[in-house]
């Protein structure tokens, strides 16, 4: 591409800019934000769409956010009920001096097709979550994603210039659950920032972890909902103790609550491990960081993931994982090599693993070596090349056209 590429993101319902671990920002804030700066290095300039209320902002060189005031609040149920409204004042509003349009998530899709129609520009689209693949593996307790979810979805499968997957599994979803043409479906993992995400870290973070002889310390970070399976760890550590009260844990909870599914203080208080569970607020990066490092274990007992970026940035910093045989996890993890994937959510399974990893420090130090040199070869640069190779084909496929 030439030097005066432009690409339009749509992220209506965050801004990729903003903390991750915290209402509805995730691993998609970190991976548009990142995906932003590799194509920035590739000699893109990158304009991105967000509601909200601060007008346009250029947070670096190169990469622009326009905070557009539709007069909704920036959540996801919010942006749903009004979304109708919300397309035709973003339509009127957005810039349209990009080449291409690359929406993130169901909500930016339907405006993007909207926008792409409106300025004759293609559009690209990263699901990052599908509503008929989380309703295949939800819990009795959750609700079913919406309709309105579902049909917008299927609309995007279907008039999406291209679709990017994060793995070979969401892109086999996407054929099987929207009937999506597979010509039109590029996988591009997501990457990792390898100087914050490694194994070693700064002397002075070494100085100060507290080590926990004969105990095992355990790590779980992202959005607090049920989906991602904080309960199912919380149950676990709770039948170790009844079981195996041999096995001493430290537990690390790092995020914060999204959506009102899930009471986790008074889950540990039921349970009883206060004195074992630590709940803690978000933290940027380079903390986060850090508290992998400081961990013997991650956990990712998720009903589901595109991918998993926090697998990826765990093993990164040397640290094996324990995830659920799903989704993108079972990519991102390699079961026995650098981690461990446990088949489903029973909190007797995820006991086992965890004891399992407890009882052989030997298999821990194997994992974790293996862990570091796995999640080299995912960088946000290839990341951005594979990216940018789906911009052109259909840049050429709209030129052939």
Known sequence: MTASARVGMVCLHTCPFEQPGAGDAGGMNVYVRQLSRALVRRGWSVHITTIGTLGRVEVEPGIVVDHVDVGVP?????????????????????????????????L???????????????????????????????????????????DAERRIAAQADRLLANGASE?????????????RIDVVPPGVDLNVFRPEGPAEERSTQQPSPGR???????????????????????????????VGLDVRVI??????????????????????????????????????????????PSAHESFGLVALEAQACGTPVVATDAGGLAEAVQDGETGLLVPGRDPADWAAAIARLHDDPTLRTALAT???????????DRTAALTEDAYRKTLDGLSRG
């Open 74 to 106: 920036r959540t996801k149920d919010a942006l749903a009920a009004a979304l109708p409204a919300v397309v035709e004042n973003l339509s009127a509003r957005a810039a349209d001096d990009v080449d291409v349009l690359h929406a993130h998530y169901w």
């Open 108 to 150: 930016s899709g339907v405006a993007g097709l909207r926008l792409a129609a409106d300025h004759g520009v293609p559009l690209v689209h990263t699901m990052h979550t599908m509503a008929l693949v989380k309703n295949a593996h939800r819990g009795p307790s959750q609700r079913p994603e919406p309709e309105q979810r579902v």
């Open 171 to 183: 892109a086999a979803d996407l054929a099987r659950y929207y009937g999506a043409d597979p010509a």
């Open 216 to 246: 095992l310390r355990v790590v779980l970070a992202g959005r607090m909902q049920r989906h991602k399976g904080p309960q199912v760890l919380l149950q676990a550590v709770a039948r170790l103790r009844a079981e195996r009260p041999d």
């Open 255 to 300: 995020g914060a609550a999204s959506g009102r599914d899930l009471d986790l203080p008074a889950l540990v208080d039921e349970l009883g491990l206060a004195d074992t569970v630590r709940l803690e607020p978000p933290v940027p990066p380079r903390r986060l960081a850090a508290a992998f490092r400081a961990a013997d274990v991650v956990v990712m």
């Open 370 to 380: 293996r862990a570091a040199v796995h999640a080299r070869a995912f960088t946000w």
